[in-house]
């Protein structure tokens, strides 16, 4: 899987949007973005996936450059319950189950939403 | 979401003594699952992929005969730490998937081992 860099941390004003970058230069053309958060002292809360398209739901946005070599995760009103770990991870999607589908967590970023 | 079920959430143990560790996909059948530890201010760290009716695999460097993993059925993995020691000491999560693409893991609350 490819590697993913992050900054190590990151402040956000509350109520501000909160852009993290992630760059992946090395993605292939089967791997996609994943995002997760790790919220202190918990397990790891899934945020959104996207391959080549900009992707929405109800927790943020992902915006994937045109080459694919890195992508942007975007809180549009950060609050203080979003101060977590934010990790980037590219994999690919693969029915075969297993190992194949493992998550490799790197150090992400360290966001900290500011009253 | 679909749910991931931890037990327990937190254990103390004496040093020498094995500890087991539960892990549940309340809602959903899972043939995979992941356990991960993670040391204070460190990342996850993938140990291995526990397999539904077929032998764990073990990440490179994790022992497979101290931390055993049992996945019996299709909601229940267990992971055993045997003869545990103070290094042992740590955060341990598991995650499993309602689908079999993995797009979106679901990650138990996690147990916090202390070895004393």
């Known amino acids: 899987d490819a590697k993913t860099t992050q900054p190590p941390s990151m402040d956000c004003a509350e109520g501000r949007a909160a852009n993290l970058p992630c760059n992946h230069s090395t993605i292939s053309g ?7 958060r790790q919220i202190h002292s918990q397990g ?3 945020i ?7 992707e929405t739901n109800e927790m943020a946005s992902l915006i994937i450059t045109e080459d694919r070599k890195s992508s942007t995760l975007i809180l549009p009103h950060a609050t203080l319950r979003d101060t977590a770990v934010y990790y980037c991870i590219v994999r690919v999607a693969t029915p075969e189950g297993g190992a194949t589908n493992k998550l490799i967590f790197g150090t992400g970023t360290l966001l900290a939403v500011q009253p | 979401g679909a749910v991931v079920s931890q037990h327990p959430s937190r254990v103390i143990c004496k040093s020498g003594t094995s500890v087991k560790i539960e892990c549940r996909s309340l809602d959903f059948q899972a043939t995979t699952m992941f356990w991960y530890r993670q040391f204070p201010k460190q990342s996850l760290m993938l140990m291995a992929t526990s397999n539904e009716g077929s032998k764990a695999t073990y990440e490179q460097g994790v022992e497979k005969d101290k931390f055993l993993i049992n996945h019996a059925s299709l909601t229940l993995s267990t992971l055993t730490v045997t003869s545990a020691h103070p290094e042992d000491s740590s955060f341990y999560i598991c995650s499993a ?5 993995f797009t979106e893991a679901f ?3 996690g147990t916090r081992l202390t070895v004393v």
Request: hydrophobic share 25%; proline share 12%; no cysteine.
């Open chain 2, 107 to 109: 990650f138990g609350q």
């Open chain 1, 48 to 54: 959104i996936h996207g391959l080549k398209n900009n």
């Open chain 1, 44 to 46: 790891p809360q899934y």
């Open chain 2, 97 to 101: 998937s309602p689908n079999p693409f």
């Open chain 1, 30 to 36: 089967n791997e996609y973005v994943y995002w997760y």
